[in-house]
């Protein structure tokens, strides 16, 4: 049975948005209501992406609680999550968390009598009644086209375990982990969400504690609000997270592939990493084999892209953090690259690596601010943000234990290296250079024209099989661009262009 993803385009976006420092992008679609005056908490989890409409995105300026210890950042505009009617206990803040006011049974709106998810012509189900189990449910799986499956909910925190409680929503609650079952659990303090996964939207529940030095991720500015070892809510840089292409002249340029043993070792163990290659039917190794190479080319490739950018950013003066932040994720990128090297190698029976990757013309314009923007909006802003969202969706799929852990491995750090070109798409248009944002609106009128002439392809059953070895079809690969370009980088690259008048003002 397939496993509910919560890590969506819209969530991507929400935390896109705030890493820019702006308000977050809040998902359709929802029928959970809010009901001011009750408390507050974080945004959405998975399943029926039930939200609260709450009135403002604000973030909160620090005020004190009546009760028990010190609290600077309680829940502000507190909106109550209504549900069927019923007042869930659930609020939502100002900031977007979630706070667990009080426990109260979830209600549940299932089995629902109408068609609950449309396939695309695929998938395991189109009603609630065809998923077997108690809260069970038929559910989107993805934001491209097709993809249902069956989902499980909850309705009561028992139902979920111990370290996790449920979360109401729409059609029925969502296990998440916790730390606290309610503000009653936190010493007079607040029992609230954070985002456990950098970014990526897995939510989780904590106690606040006197320590804390944030209460959301918008009190942040463009950091996230983590919880640490000693329980503290602080300010720490991440990003939700294949890789960067390396384009020259508009052309992604990769190495050729040749008979090669090291690249596929880990460093330092000097590991290999070994897939499940019994597993695969015998007619299906060869593709996966050429899929696997093509995927370490483009990771190979991404190394030299992160190097150039790093010349790059020297040569226009960019601040120290977006410097380290290339070099990590240079390394990220040859660790990507040897993994999946020695994946396709598992697949072909024979040892794959890169041959000599060409350079020539891949310096020009090295020193133009706004070349540069133009080339990271392409290369980071669309190519790694898709990139980030493809491999969450092939590592929810992947029954290969070990492909899916370097899956999940990737859309981790490959989600850090999208933010980092916001981050500096961000920081050259506070520049001020009219140069850099007329490239940036450049790009955005382009994607635009994009998006109105191109309908996203129609993906088959055979896409969606191949997801089951970690892998997405072009068809697939282009659904989820079409989505994400339409919904993500659009709205990104407009705010971000809205961001310097704001602060100006």
């Known amino acids: 049975m397939l496993s509910p993803r919560i890590v969506r385009i819209d969530r991507f976006g929400s935390a896109l948005f705030a890493a820019l420092g702006l308000a977050p992008i809040v998902g359709c679609g929802s029928s959970v209501e809010s009901d001011p005056g009750s408390g507050g908490g974080g945004s959405g989890t998975g399943g029926g992406d039930a939200t609260s409409t709450s009135s403002s995105a604000t973030t909160g300026s620090p005020t004190s609680t009546s009760t028990g210890g010190i609290n600077a950042w309680t829940c502000v505009d507190p909106q109550a999550r209504v549900v069927d009617g019923v007042d869930t206990g ?31 012509g695929f998938g395991e189900c189109r009603t609630d009644a065809e998923c077997p189990g108690a809260n069970a449910f038929c559910d989107q799986q993805s934001d491209f086209e097709g993809g249902c499956g069956c989902a499980t909910g909850c309705t009561t925190d028992a139902e979920c375990g111990e370290g996790s409680i449920c979360v109401c929503g729409d059609p029925v609650g969502q296990c998440v982990s916790a730390d606290c079952a309610s503000d009653s659990e936190c010493g007079g303090l607040e029992c609230r ?60 340029r990769v190495a050729p592939v040749m008979r090669r043993n ?17 597993s695969v039917p015998p007619e299906l190794r060869a593709d996966l084999a050429a899929r696997w190479t093509r995927i370490a080319q483009m990771e190979h490739a991404s190394i030299a892209a992160f190097a150039r950018f790093a010349l790059q950013l020297l040569a226009v003066g960019a ?12 390394a990220d990128e040859t660790a990507h690259a040897r993994a999946a090297f020695a994946i396709a190698s598992a697949y072909a029976q024979r040892p794959i690596g890169p041959g000599l990757l060409s350079l020539a013309g ?5 020193t133009d601010l706004a070349s540069i923007v133009r080339l990271v909006i392409r290369e980071g802003c669309v190519g790694e943000t898709v ?23 990737i859309a981790e750090e490959e989600g850090q290296h999208a933010e980092l070109a916001w981050r500096t798409v961000r920081w050259a248009l506070e520049l001020g250079d009219p140069g850099v944002r007329a490239a940036v609106i450049d790009e955005l009128a382009r994607l635009q024209a994009e998006v109105e002439v191109l309908s996203p392809p129609t993906t088959t ?3 969606e099989s191949l997801l089951q070895w970690g892998l997405a079809t072009d068809a697939l690969r282009a659904a989820l661009r079409s989505s994400a370009v339409e919904r993500l980088v659009i709205p990104g690259l407009a705010a971000a262009l809205a961001q310097p008048a704001q602060k100006a003002a």
């Open 362 to 366: 891949a310096l020009q314009d090295a």
């Open 461 to 463: 059953s055979a896409d």
């Open 193 to 252: 969400s954070w985002d456990a996964s950098q970014g990526c939207g897995f939510i989780a529940f904590a106690c606040q504690t006197a320590g804390d030095a944030c209460g959301g991720d918008f009190d942040c500015e463009g950091q996230l609000c983590q919880v640490l070892e000693d329980g503290t809510r602080a300010c720490e840089d991440g990003g939700c997270a294949i890789g960067r292409p390396f384009l020259v002249g508009d052309i992604e």
């Open 90 to 120: 659930f609020d939502t803040c100002a900031d977007g968390t979630l706070r667990r006011r009080t426990i109260v049974e979830c209600p549940s709106l299932l089995p629902r009598d109408v068609e609950a998810c449309d396939d695309g």
């Open 319 to 330: 601040p120290p953090d977006l410097v380290e932040r290339t070099h990590r994720a240079m």
């Open 262 to 278: 090291d690249w596929r070792q880990s460093y330092p163990s000097g590991a290999v990493l070994t897939p499940d290659v019994e």
């Open 387 to 409: 990139a980030a969202i493809e491999a969450n969706e092939a590592e929810g799929r992947c029954v290969d234990p070990v492909v899916r852990s370097l899956l999940a491995r």
